[in-house]
């Protein structure tokens, strides 16, 4: 089967509506009236119709095709989605994280951004960013990423490069660019003693501050390999304590205030 382009699938369907048009009203205009005067201005009528039918027929036909794309580039998207998905959950095992911990701070990410009123791209930078936060852990070595004890000064420092690197291989891909504000940015804290860039304050994106709470309160609710789960309740307490000096305190407040909204979010209760 010869497949044909939406524009001249389009343009070819114009004209042939377009000279049918003229062919069989011409003839019936010609065959109806016969006086001179009287077939300029049914003439005149007959090109405003013209253009009006064809302009709605341009509308229609342009507008299923945008559709159409749109469609398409939403399969793309989701099938770009379900890849990274599948890339994460092989993150988490190497990196011994608790079940679900990718898709329980997506989810509990985009419940406090809508909450913020962000949506659109900007929405969907918050998913992908969330999703991909910790991608520059890719390049580190797993004797960094899983062990049991506390890192010594070398290996700090090592571990934190890891936001720039995930920056710089979300830069490469053009539909996750806006995304890489997550990875980049969420060790930074409120305080400015955070990292990679000791931003402070409003300076840090608000994706990143979102994003920052959520992984906080997840990091301290299931254990890791470096620790047990905390009891609810502290890390409740954690979360005010740290409203401030480490967390967006505007961000931790309205996080506590939808809190039973948030957390049915990540446990997909």
Do not use: C
């Not at 004209?15 to 009287?38: C, K, P, T």
């Not at 991608?135 to 062990?147: E, N, R, T, V």
């Not at 994106?205 to 009891?231: C, E, N, T």
């Amino acid at each position: 089967m010869i497949k044909v382009s939406p524009q001249l699938r389009t343009a070819g369907i114009y004209m042939l509506v377009s000279a049918a048009w003229i062919w069989f009203s011409g003839h019936l205009l010609g065959y109806l009236v016969h006086d001179a005067h009287r077939i300029i201005v049914y003439q005149i009528i007959k090109g405003w119709v013209f253009v009006l039918g064809t302009g709605l027929l341009l509308y229609w036909m342009i507008g299923r095709t945008v559709r159409r794309l749109g469609e398409a580039n939403q399969r793309l998207l989701d099938s770009h989605e379900q890849a990274l998905r599948v890339l994460v959950e092989a993150m988490d095992v190497r990196h011994k994280e608790t079940s679900d911990h990718s898709e329980r701070v997506v989810r509990m990410a985009l419940g406090l951004a809508r909450r913020v009123g962000l949506e659109g791209d900007a929405l969907r930078d918050v998913k992908f960013g969330a999703l991909l936060h910790d991608i520059g852990k890719l390049a580190l070595p797993d004797a960094i990423l899983i062990k049991p004890g506390k890192l010594d000064e070398d290996e700090t420092r090592l571990m934190r490069t890891h936001p720039r690197m995930g920056h710089d291989m979300l830069q490469r891909i053009d539909f996750l660019r806006g995304a890489s504000t997550i990875p980049y940015s969420h060790h930074e804290r409120w305080d400015g003693t955070g990292y990679p860039q000791g931003l402070k304050g409003g300076e840090i994106p608000l994706a990143a501050r979102i994003f920052s709470v959520v992984d906080v309160w997840d990091a301290l609710s299931h254990p890791r390999v470096y620790k047990p789960a905390w009891p609810e309740p502290e890390v409740l307490k954690y979360l005010r304590d740290a409203a401030g000096n480490h967390l967006d305190p505007g961000l931790v407040q309205l996080f506590l205030d939808h809190y039973a909204e948030l957390k049915a979010l990540a446990l997909n209760a």
